[in-house]
Structure formats: structure tokens, C-alpha cells
């Protein structure tokens, strides 16, 4: 067999399981989506991937309940222990700490985003996407923004502190003002400390001093190239790649001086990972 096919086996069996979380994750189950033998199954999951099926799954798991975590206080910890499919907040701890070197009370106060990050990187998940490209004209929206600057594993931290904001202020009431990030610079070439990554509301006046560090911004109108990104946030950057290194040189079309951006159609923590959609724009003349 190819190693092509495996590709798409294994492509769909990771979108059976994210959409699943809470459903059946039987061995009989996941070898019936991958077709793999079971008697075989585990072995070849872990050679592809360097983690065990039941670690993946927990550590799925684990991901959506730190962003409960962090980003929704007002979620109990023993709800988002049995969400996860721990029977007691004692065991839900126990796991949380393993994998990440905090306890869920210590993350959501303070969440070590860098060791986070790196208890995801090494699971590499080789994805089969059909990409549809639009070209539209982009109407210019005035923003407030928070300008994170450093790694990129530290931008959930300045997304906690453009939330505050949005909340404190009340001028980029998310119900109603899109929300944007601007991604000034490839975070896989430029170093670590110099990344740059606007995280953005939508606003109608203007944005006074604040505490935050929040200011006004302009993302300016034209014509874009634009492309819908199901799932994990995370992997945007495929999409990024896509449009940049296959679809701009066979297009014909010319750059605009401004970077790509995103409009993200719904937020973490309330909608499940599969679920997310972000609408990536690459700003054309």
C-alpha cells in the first residue's frame, strides 16, 4: 500500500476522531474508519505518529478542555473534567499536570502557552484538503487592536488580553464586530521575538487609552484572494502555504502591500475544533 493511501486513511480517521470526542473511540470503531486491520492498528498509528491512538485521543481531549480553561472562567472545572471523559476532577487533574506541567486551577490563572505548544508540535497530522479560492473585494473595517509582539506560542496571552479589553470597554462587542488577525511576518522563518500578530475587533469610533495597550488600525479595502479553513487554528498555516506557494504563481495576480489576515467566523471553547471557520485573505492589486 502507498503511502499516499495511508495518508488518507489516516486523514480521515483524524477527522472521525476530532468530531467524535464524545462518541465511540473503540478499537472495532477506529479501524473500521482508517480500513486497517485491528490486529495491526495500534502499531501502525503509533509508527506514523510516535504517540499512541489513546494518547492522541486524550491529549484531543486534554486541548479543548484547556481552552475552556483559559478562555471561559466561568466553566467549572469538575463540567469540563467530565466533558473531557474523566469520571472525577481528581484524575482530570492528574492527566492535565502530566501533559502539561500544570495543574488545570495553576493553567487557567496562568497558562504555560510555550510547554502547551510543545506537547502538540510533535504529532505530525498530514491532512487531504480541497482548497476553493475566491477572489472579492474586501470593504475597508476600522479596528481596535492589540499588537502581540514575540513567539508565537505567547499570542493566547495577548488574546486573553484583547478579550479583557473587549470586555472592559465595550467597544468591540464580539455579537455584532468581526474579529481579524493580522499575521505581519512567517512565524516558521523570522525569529521568535520579532513575530508580529495584530489581534483585532471591529469597531465604528474611536478607541481611547487604555491599560491594554489597545489602539485604533485600519485593515484596508481590495481586492483579496480569499479561502475558507475548517478545524484547528493551528493549522491555518497550511492554508497560508497553499495560497502562496500554489495558488498565487498559477493565478496570474500581483500582491498587495499589506499582509495576509484572517476573519475568525466563531471562537474556541464554545465550538468544537472541526467546527471552527476562519476565512484566510491574501490582499491582491
Known amino acids: 500500500m502507498s503511502r499516499k493511501v495511508y495518508d488518507e486513511?489516516?486523514?480521515?480517521?483524524?477527522?472521525?476522531?476530532?468530531?467524535?470526542?464524545?462518541?465511540?473511540?473503540?478499537?472495532?470503531?477506529?479501524?473500521?474508519?482508517a480500513c486497517l486491520s485491528k490486529f495491526h492498528f495500534h502499531r501502525l498509528f503509533s509508527a506514523?505518529?510516535?504517540?499512541?491512538?489513546?494518547?492522541?485521543?486524550?491529549?484531543?481531549?486534554?486541548?479543548?478542555?484547556?481552552?475552556?480553561?483559559?478562555?471561559?472562567?466561568?466553566?467549572?472545572?469538575?463540567?469540563?473534567?467530565?466533558?473531557?471523559?474523566?469520571?472525577t476532577?481528581?484524575?482530570?487533574?492528574?492527566?492535565?499536570?502530566?501533559?502539561?506541567?500544570?495543574?488545570?486551577?495553576?493553567?487557567?490563572?496562568?497558562?504555560?502557552?510555550?510547554?502547551?505548544?510543545?506537547?502538540y508540535r510533535h504529532i505530525k497530522r498530514k491532512r487531504i484538503r480541497t482548497m476553493d479560492v475566491s477572489i472579492v473585494d474586501f470593504a475597508p473595517v476600522q479596528v481596535a487592536a492589540y499588537c502581540h509582539?514575540?513567539?508565537?506560542?505567547?499570542?493566547?496571552?495577548?488574546?486573553?488580553?484583547?478579550?479583557?479589553?473587549?470586555?472592559?470597554?465595550?467597544?468591540?462587542?464580539?455579537?455584532?464586530?468581526?474579529?481579524?488577525?493580522?499575521a505581519y511576518d512567517n512565524p516558521e522563518i523570522i525569529e521568535p521575538a520579532d513575530f508580529r500578530?495584530?489581534?483585532?475587533?471591529?469597531?465604528?469610533?474611536?478607541?481611547?487609552?487604555?491599560?491594554?495597550?489597545?489602539?485604533k488600525k485600519l485593515i484596508p479595502g481590495g481586492r483579496c484572494a480569499v479561502v475558507r479553513h475548517r478545524g484547528a487554528h493551528e493549522q491555518i498555516g497550511e492554508f497560508v502555504r497553499f495560497l502562496y506557494g500554489r495558488w498565487l504563481p498559477e493565478s496570474g495576480e500581483e500582491l498587495r502591500d499589506f499582509p495576509v489576515y484572517f476573519h475568525y467566523l466563531n471562537f474556541i471553547g464554545e465550538t468544537p475544533e472541526h467546527n471552527l471557520l476562519t476565512d484566510v485573505y491574501l490582499p491582491l492589486k
Open 89 to 119: 476532577p481528581e484524575s482530570f487533574s492528574r492527566a492535565f499536570r502530566k501533559a502539561f506541567g500544570q495543574t488545570p486551577s495553576e493553567f487557567r490563572k496562568t497558562p504555560e502557552w510555550r510547554r502547551w505548544h510543545d506537547r
Open 9 to 33: 486513511r489516516f486523514s480521515r480517521l483524524f477527522e472521525y476522531i476530532d468530531q467524535n470526542l464524545e462518541g465511540d473511540l473503540s478499537l472495532d470503531r477506529l479501524s473500521d474508519v
Open 197 to 215: 500578530f495584530d489581534i483585532c475587533g471591529e469597531i465604528d469610533g474611536e478607541v481611547p487609552e487604555n491599560p491594554q495597550g489597545v489602539v
Open 149 to 182: 509582539r514575540g513567539p508565537i506560542e505567547g499570542v493566547n496571552d495577548s488574546v486573553r488580553i484583547f478579550i479583557d479589553w473587549r470586555k472592559s470597554s465595550g467597544l468591540s462587542p464580539r455579537e455584532r464586530c468581526r474579529t481579524f488577525g493580522v
Open 48 to 87: 506514523h505518529f510516535d504517540v499512541s491512538v489513546g494518547k492522541y485521543i486524550q491529549l484531543a481531549r486534554l486541548k479543548r478542555a484547556s481552552f475552556r480553561l483559559a478562555f471561559y472562567p466561568a466553566d467549572k472545572v469538575i463540567d469540563i473534567a467530565l466533558d473531557a471523559g474523566f469520571e
